[in-house]
Nanobody
Framework: VQLVESGGGLVHAGGSLRLSCRAF????????LSWYRQTPGNEREWVAR???????DYADSVKGRFTISRDNAKNTVYLQMNSLNVEDTAVYSC??????????WGQGTQVTVSP
């Protein structure tokens, strides 16, 4: 099983990025999918979550700017990030959770927002 993130990079403040996380050897449709982020020296921070049925939740710090979505046919979860600011700079990772199964994490993708 492998989760592979992509879409990170360098963007100016106010810009947008779209992150993707694709699963290999894992069927996403039955998993709760989340995005987390982490900066050096800090704990991993939860960003957004999407349920099996498509309900979404967001951290207050990103609410109204970020949108999580899923495409089960492509085994992919997305994070659309708009109005980025310097505080959004972090390594972003996806997580897949299903009761009775191991928790799966991706390796992360770096997002850097310049002033």
């Amino acid at each position: 099983v492998q989760l592979v993130e992509s879409g990170g990079g360098l963007v100016h403040a106010g810009g947008s990025l779209r992150l993707s996380c694709r699963a290999f050897d894992l069927t996403f449709s039955n998993f709760i999918l989340s995005w987390y982020r982490q900066t050096p020296g800090n704990e991993r921070e939860w960003v957004a979550r999407i349920s099996v049925g498509g309900s979404t939740d967001y951290a207050d710090s990103v609410k109204g700017r970020f949108t999580i979505s899923r495409d089960n046919a492509k085994n992919t979860v997305y994070l659309q990030m708009n109005s980025l600011n310097v505080e959004d700079t972090a390594v972003y990772s996806c997580k897949a959770v299903q009761n009775g199964r191991p928790v799966y994490w991706g390796q992360g993708t770096q997002v850097t927002v310049s002033p």
